[in-house]
C-alpha cells in the first residue's frame, strides 16, 4: 500500500511541478503543457487501483491464514481423536483420558476459534483500512485535478478576452488610418 500510496504523491508533485514550469501569462495564470496535464490526470486511477490491489491481496492472506489455521485445527483434532481411541485400548484409565483427551480437542478447537477471529478481524480491519485510503485518495485526486482543470478555464477566458481585446482595437486603429485617408484624399 506504501508503494501505491507513495505513486499517488509523486502524481501531485507532478502537478506542482508542471505548474512550477508553466509560463505565467496574467498575475495568479500560468500556461502548462496540456500533454503533461492529461497524462497526469489520466494516471491518478491506475495508482488507486493498485491500492484496491493491495486489498485484494490482504485478502487473499486472509483466507490463507484461515485455511492454514482450518488445517491446523483438523490436525490437532485427528490427532486427539487418535490419542483417545489409542488410550481407550489400554488400562481402566480409559475413561480418565477420554475425558482428558475430550478437554484436550476442546482446548484446542477453542484456540483455533480465537485464531480464527483474530485473522477475520484483523484482515476485515486492513481491507477497511485499505478501502478508505483508496476512497480519500481518490477523492483528493479528483479534486485537485478538479481544481487544476478550473484554474486552467480561467487562464483560458482571460486569455481569450485579451486575445479579443486586442483584435478590436486593431480593427479601431485600422478605421482611424481609413478615415485619415479618405481625409487626405478629400482635401
Known amino acids: 500500500m506504501a508503494e501505491a500510496e507513495a505513486r499517488m504523491f ?3 508533485n507532478d502537478l ?15 500556461l502548462v503543457n496540456a500533454k503533461e496535464l492529461y497524462r497526469i490526470i489520466h494516471s491518478f486511477p491506475n495508482a488507486i487501483s ?13 483466507d490463507e491464514i484461515l485455511q492454514e489455521a482450518k488445517m491446523r485445527a483438523e490436525r490437532i483434532i485427528q490427532d486427539a481423536e487418535n ?3 489409542k488410550l481407550l485400548n489400554e488400562s481402566s484409565l480409559n ?4 475425558e482428558h483427551a475430550e478437554k484436550f480437542r476442546q482446548t484446542v478447537f477453542d484456540e ?4 480464527k477471529m483474530a485473522a477475520v478481524n484483523e484482515a476485515q480491519e486492513l481491507r477497511l483500512s485499505a478501502k478508505n485510503d483508496a ?7 479528483q479534486e485537485y485535478a478538479q481544481q487544476l482543470l478550473n484554474h486552467l478555464e480561467q487562464d483560458l477566458d482571460r486569455l481569450y478576452q485579451v486575445v479579443h481585446n486586442g483584435q478590436t482595437k486593431l480593427q479601431e486603429l485600422k478605421a482611424n488610418d481609413n478615415l485619415q ?5 478629400n482635401q
Not at 506542482?16 to 500560468?30: F, K, N, Q, S, V
Not at 475413561?95 to 477420554?98: F, N, T
Not at 483455533?112 to 485464531?115: F, L, R
Not at 476512497?135 to 485526486?141: N, Y
Request: proline residues 4%; hydrophobic residues 35%.
Open 10 to 12: 509523486d502524481l501531485i
Open 16 to 30: 506542482d511541478a508542471l505548474r512550477d514550469d508553466g509560463i505565467p501569462i496574467l498575475p495568479g495564470r500560468t
Open 50 to 62: 493498485d491500492e484496491i490491489n493491495d486489498a485484494r491481496i490482504i485478502l487473499k492472506k486472509k
Open 83 to 85: 490419542e483417545r481411541y
Open 95 to 98: 475413561k480418565a483420558m477420554e
Open 112 to 115: 483455533c476459534q480465537q485464531i
Open 135 to 141: 476512497l480519500r485518495m481518490k477523492e483528493e485526486s
Open 181 to 185: 485617408q479618405m481625409n487626405m484624399n
